[in-house]
């Protein structure tokens, strides 16, 4: 079968593989479309931590059931949740799976979605609507982390919010936001495509570049700051930010992950006694979400951008290089 595969760093290629052979309690899904994550480009780049070459990447895809049963039939539209837990650890024991102390990913620690076919434990495949559009079923996981992030805090529907960061998790963040009632959905972000982007799909948007980012949001929210501020930048300039723009008693989240400690104002969370939130991938009610959300009206389509199992090598350019792209997939089949 194809797959594209990470072999080292900077280095990628489709190449043909084995099917893979199924275990008890997997299912083999043929994969429909996969996307780049964040964490693929730091494969890609030899940075990551736990993913070894050779490796089939992808845990962002969508696909048809193989050999299906009565349970899950043949041609079934699926989703995957590319979660591996331990189930032993306190945390899979209090039903925190997600944060497994051990937590594992398929297309990082074992065999992914970027190939013709996966096999994956049944207890991971979330079920599509028969009209769902598949290339946006690849979009589900990371739209199950803007659902998480914001299921994570004390939104309320009429809140006004700040979001740093107009990349794919931010914008999905955004829209979870605006999508479940946010009055203002305030993004910030430097990149002009992305501004551009931000501004088409309906949110208020602040160039640092240009405009001073505190007084625009004050002035934005009659002085008084944002009920919560999502940083899903992770960028120290960011950090010292964060305390300024929230209201009294509001909240932060760190959606992003800082590659290294950062400088963060401590004595503001004293005095304006504010809740700090960290927030890790999802859960599986959150996919479910993600599927409803999807089927809303907002243009999700808009941060795909589609391109064949062969232009694996200009894919991740692209993406790394982020300047006209949010979201990539890779089209294995209709």
Known sequence: MKAIIYKGPKEIACEQIAEPLLSENEVLIKVSHAGICGS????????????????????????????????????????????ISCCKCSACQSGNSHVCETLKLYGIDTAGG?????????????????????DLGAFVEPLAVGVHAVSRTPFKIGDAVVVFGAGTIGLC????????????????????????????LGFTVINPKQEDVLSTVLKLTNQVGADIVYDCAAHPSVALQL???????????????????????????????????????????????????IQQDFPYKKLLTVLTPEEAKQGFTNALAGENVIKTLFKFSD
Do not use: W
């Open 243 to 293: 305390t300024d723009l929230v209201k009294v008693q509001g909240t932060i989240e760190i959606v992003g992950s800082y590659k290294k400690p950062t400088e963060f104002k401590l004595l503001d969370i004293e005095f304006k006694e504010l809740n700090i939130v960290g927030t890790r991938v999802y859960q599986a009610r959150d996919f479910e979400t993600a599927i409803e959300f």
């Open 173 to 200: 963040v955004a829209s979870v936001l605006k999508l479940a009632g946010a009055k203002q959905v305030i993004v910030i972000e430097t990149n002009d495509f992305r501004i551009n982007l931000a501004k088409e």
């Open 114 to 134: 970027m190939a013709e076919y996966v096999k994956v434990d049944r207890s991971k495949v979330h079920v599509l609507p028969d009209d769902f559009p598949m």
């Open 40 to 83: 693929d480009l730091n494969i890609y780049l030899g940075v990551h931590p736990r993913a070894k070459a050779p490796l089939v990447l992808g845990h962002e895809f969508s696909g048809y059931i193989v050999n299906g049963d009565q349970e899950l039939p043949t041609g079934t539209k699926v989703c995957v949740r590319p979660l």
